[in-house]
């Protein structure tokens, strides 16, 4: 799930400056597990615009923005509002923030930013765990992945910084602990240490160029 | 200039200290207390941004030590340079005479004094050192051939005191087959500790050069304590400091005595000063040397 959190209301407002008519889409998918764009979050955020002197044409919340088809047909629906608006103010994703601005010809703002895909651990409680690097290593390490869960992505080992188990990145406020020392026990309690001792490649950072894309064939 | 390899290859108890690059370009303090160092080290370590703090880089300043006489160890960390970046440098300072070299991972940019910085870690150390033995066969990484090869002498960094210490072996493990011939290990204090270290390390072909960090007062002693991962500075050592009428030689005389400790247990030590490296060559010369 893409974890976003919202922007503070006074940034918001500047990056609306001279635009004071807005109309606004969120997110019924992660933006609402995140309590940034899901309807409830919206309609919070509409009430602060309008007591910051901004005039809200409309809203729509979408199930997933991200899905650039879907959310062409749901937008239509709310077309008189969108003309009437200067600028079109995103409460889901940046993903989904670029859906609307191929969509719409308005500027689009963003209402939140985007932080990472994360897991969800309980009921707002999001921990990230996948970097989406293009290729998983997660099977040398029985299911642990270093490249995320290593504040260095570290493929060998621990660091020198390891202390007590924990990263040094580590603070008493946000703990963090060594994924190395994580992967070690993991490898141990499976049998596999063997793993541990193979010497792993320098990661190939050409499997994911920015933009990537994935064009999957029609199965027929 | 190659007193490091020399040693290395005897049974000579070997010296390192330390010279950290100023965060500036006056050079003159970092080249006065390094040229105290002359005849006394086989070889000065030149930190690379130590603790992610932006300094004068460890290349430039490996050079202006190898200028003074002394066999510079380039310390090079994977923070801050992608692979290209760090094949580059290796050649340069291979043409600029540099012949040791410490492979580092590096600390963290959340450390430092740039915070904001992007970390690279786009290898890490122990591929790092494997890069290294690569350019000395004549190839880059991507096996392609070199116009004039590397011949680097190789180091890595262990700690004996790391909590817990098994992964820690098994990544010290990972840096002798990766091509390390020497390792110079984090600060330790407890002798006992060193020996059962040495008791795993006696296992392979490489060199181990204890670490001692020079205690200034019972206050950086706690400092180290809490905040420098893999650092355990005994009670008696923190009460002894404590109860001194003058830490600082006090510390000096711990050092020493450490030193003496340590030659029959390791191969060799590295003696880090942190901003003291003026009190080096008194540090050798109350333990001997």
Redesign the interface.
């Known amino acids: 799930m893409i974890v976003t959190k919202q922007k503070p209301i006074e940034e918001i407002v500047k990056s609306l400056e001279g635009e004071n008519n807005i109309f606004l889409v969120g997110c019924s998918v992660c933006a609402d597990e995140c309590q940034t764009g899901g309807e409830t979050a919206t309609k919070e955020l509409i009430e602060k615009l309008k007591t910051s002197g901004k005039n809200v044409t409309g809203f729509a919340v979408i199930n997933a923005p991200c899905h650039v088809l879907l959310t062409k047909k749901d937008l239509k629906v709310h077309k008189e509002a969108i003309d009437k608006s200067d600028a079109i103010l995103i409460t889901a994703c940046g993903a989904c923030a670029q859906s609307v601005s191929e969509i719409i010809e308005k500027p689009v703002r963003p209402a939140s930013n985007t932080l990472f895909l994360g897991n969800i651990e309980r009921h707002g409680h999001f921990h990230e765990h996948c970097s989406m690097c293009g290729e998983c290593v997660i099977s040398f390490t029985d299911g642990i992945c270093p490249i995320t869960n290593c ?15 924990k990263c ?2 580590s603070t008493e406020e946000r703990p963090v602990d060594c994924a ?2 994580l ?2 026990e993991r490898l141990k309690k499976f049998n596999h ?1 063997e793993k ?2 193979n ?5 190939n ?1 050409s499997k994911h160029i920015k933009p990537d894309r994935l064009i999957l064939e029609r199965k027929k | 200039m190659n007193t490091l390899k020399n040693a290395l290859e005897t049974d000579k108890f070997i010296i390192t200290a330390e010279a950290g690059p100023p965060k500036g370009t006056d050079v003159q303090e970092m080249l006065h207390s390094t040229s105290l160092l002359k005849e006394k080290v086989d070889a000065v370590n030149v930190t690379d941004n130590q603790s992610s703090v932006m300094r004068l880089g460890s290349l430039g300043a490996s050079k202006l030590i190898l200028e003074h006489g002394l066999d510079p160890i380039y310390q090079l960390t994977c923070r801050d340079r992608n692979r290209l970046a760090i094949q580059s440098d290796l050649l340069s300072a291979h043409v600029l005479g540099i012949r040791n070299v410490l492979a580092l991972t590096g600390d963290h940019t959340q450390a430092g004094d740039h915070k904001q910085a992007k970390p690279v870690f786009d290898i890490e150390s122990v591929q790092l050192l494997q890069v290294i033995s690569t350019l000395n066969r004549g190839m880059d990484m991507n096996g392609n051939l070199l116009k004039g090869k590397t011949e680097f002498t190789m180091g890595a960094t262990v700690t004996p005191e790391a909590d817990p210490i098994e992964p820690q072996i098994l990544k010290f493990e990972k840096k002798v087959k990766a091509g390390a011939q020497f390792f110079q290990t984090q600060a330790v204090y407890d002798t006992k500790k060193m020996e059962e270290f040495m008791e795993t390390a006696r296992h392979f072909p490489v060199k181990i050069i204890g670490g001692i960090l020079l205690l200034k007062s019972a206050k950086m002693a706690r400092f180290l304590n809490k905040f420098v991962p893999g650092i355990r500075v005994p009670d008696e050592l923190i009460n002894e400091l404590e109860k001194s009428e003058k830490p600082l030689e006090t510390g000096i005389q711990i050092a020493a005595r450490q030193i003496n400790e340590f030659r029959s247990i390791c191969d060799g030590v590295h003696v880090m000063a942190i901003g003291m490296e003026d009190k080096v060559p008194l540090i050798l010369e109350k333990a001997g040397i």
């Not at chain 1, 504040?151 to 188990?165: S, Y």
């Not at chain 1, 010497?199 to 990661?203: C, F, L, R, V, Y």
């Open positions: 504040a260095k992505g570290l493929l060998n080992g621990p660091c020198g910084g390891m202390n007590k188990g040094e990145i190395w020392v992967i070690y240490l541990f001792k010497i792993q490649p320098a990661k950072y």
